[in-house]
């Protein structure tokens, strides 16, 4: 009998040793008497005290069935060590290599090993920046200096992690945004019976799209009220100065930082100084924009001293991907509504949470030394 009659089988066999003298009858009327009597009728109850009684125990009966054919413990374990942590391992691919083991399998019969008896799902996997010995190196010793020189403690008023501003370009943002077909799934009975305007879904290969450029700060995104829409400004630029080709070079760069963004930065910061951050985009290293820079900005962090591929340390780039995952399965008829919802979502963004991202640049520092096996001594990273 099945597990689920356990208990049953448990009030059976501790009234019959109570009551020897019990008939089948005397058990059956005590069982449906009771707060919680059986669901099976007189007749099928009583034949199945008999039964209990008769094999004394509560355990079920074990039965021997067909045997396994094909989910030996065998394929169990070549399935487990076929897939199990490992990359680019499908069903498909499983079940063609037990195949040619002269296994009996099929694509369902490794399914349910995986789902039943292994009990493992598929994950997907986050894509990262790719990352070389000497990227690590490099970013371990960037992540040094840099908290030597700020400190660790950024929730600190006097803390120069307070007049840090964080800048870069973002990547481009389409009209129509990437579909992810692995989540685009309808459930219905039957396709015929799935709306057709469920059926299928549009994707544009080369859609037109915006780039924007802006910063973040302790006291708020800079521009406060919209971020700048860096094609519309080059195309007017580049118009000025007979200049064919949009494209951003060193003294564009420099150009609008001056008139686009400093303005809002000496409105928001005109109590301190502040400090300044760019990537190591080979215009923000040349000599001309460095010098600029200089002049701007009474201090900076040097492009020696932030490595390259840094990007999961620098919170501007939460900002992006927060536009970017409000903006997910939305498409517009043109770049005049893209920009006017990306501008509205850049509004919703507080300087409460340009605060907190700021104050967790050195949580992140901290925690790529740890990954790196390096201890961290406090009394090395004094606040500033």
């Not at 009966?61 to 076929?82: H, Y």
């Not at 009975?189 to 859609?207: M, N, V, W, Y």
């Not at 919209?226 to 760069?253: A, H, Q």
Request: include cysteine; glycine fraction near 4%; aromatic fraction near 8%.
């Amino acid at each position: 009998m099945s597990r689920k009659y356990r208990n049953l089988r448990q009030q059976i066999l501790t009234l019959h040793d109570l009551h020897g003298n019990w008939s089948s009858s005397d058990i059956a009327d005590e069982l449906q008497n009771s707060d919680c009597p059986p669901l099976q009728t007189r007749h099928a109850l009583v034949r199945y005290i008999n039964y209990t009684i008769r094999r004394g125990t509560i355990e079920p009966k074990t039965r021997s069935g067909r045997p396994r054919t094909t989910r030996t413990t065998k394929f169990i374990s070549l399935v487990k060590s076929n897939v199990e942590n490992k990359r680019r391992k499908s069903i498909r691919k499983t079940n063609a290599l037990l195949t040619r083991k002269q296994f009996k399998s099929s694509y369902g019969s490794v399914q349910r090993a995986l789902k039943h008896d292994i009990k493992i799902k598929p994950w997907k996997i986050s894509r990262t920046q790719k990352l070389t010995a000497l990227h690590r190196q490099q970013r371990l010793n960037s992540a040094k200096l840099i908290l030597k020189r700020f400190g660790i403690r950024s929730t600190r008023s006097y803390s120069k992690w307070k007049r840090l501003i964080n800048t870069d370009f973002s990547g481009r943002m389409q009209l129509i945004q990437k579909t992810n077909f692995k989540n685009n799934v309808v459930w219905s009975r039957s396709k015929a019976t799935i709306p057709i305007e469920l059926q299928t879904i549009g994707q544009e290969k080369f859609s037109p799209g915006v780039m924007l450029f802006g910063g973040i700060s302790s006291r708020g995104l800079i521009p406060r009220n919209s971020p700048i829409f860096v094609d519309e400004w080059l195309k007017s630029e580049c118009g000025k100065i007979n200049k064919k080709r949009l494209t951003m070079d060193r003294f564009l760069y420099i150009k609008l930082i001056e008139e686009e963004l400093k303005p809002h930065i000496d409105v928001l910061y005109n109590d301190v100084n502040i400090i300044w951050q760019d990537d190591n985009d080979p215009k923000h290293r040349s000599y001309y924009a460095l010098d600029k820079i200089h002049e701007m900005f009474y201090e900076r962090i040097e492009p020696e001293e932030q490595a390259s591929k840094m990007s999961d340390i620098w919170p501007i780039e939460n900002i992006w991907g927060y536009i970017r995952e409000k903006l997910e399965e939305e498409e517009f008829a043109n770049v005049s509504l893209l920009k006017e919802r990306i501008v509205t979502i850049w509004n919703t963004i507080t300087p409460t949470m340009c605060s907190k991202w700021i104050d967790s640049i050195p949580r992140r520092l901290q925690a790529l030394i740890k990954k790196n096996g390096c201890s961290i001594n406090k009394k090395d990273y004094h606040d500033v």
